[in-house]
């Protein structure tokens, strides 16, 4: 095995990272964008159940 086998693994294995973290990061961006459109119809009933007054 050569240097430059070497350095094409290498350079494979950073590919896979390199999209493994984009997939990563779609997954949360995913998650935060539905926890934010939930936030407003359930925020109230949050609120009111901390402060012990019932709507």
């Keep these: 095995m050569?240097?430059?086998a070497i350095g094409a693994i290498a350079e494979l294995l950073g590919a896979i990272g390199v999209i493994g973290s984009l997939v990563y990061l779609a997954t949360q961006?995913?998650?935060?964008?539905q926890a934010s459109q939930l936030l407003p119809t359930i925020?109230?009933?949050v609120e009111a159940s901390n402060t012990g007054v019932r709507r």
């Design 2 to 4: 050569n240097w430059d």
């Design 43 to 45: 925020g109230p009933r």
């Design 29 to 33: 961006l995913k998650a935060s964008t």
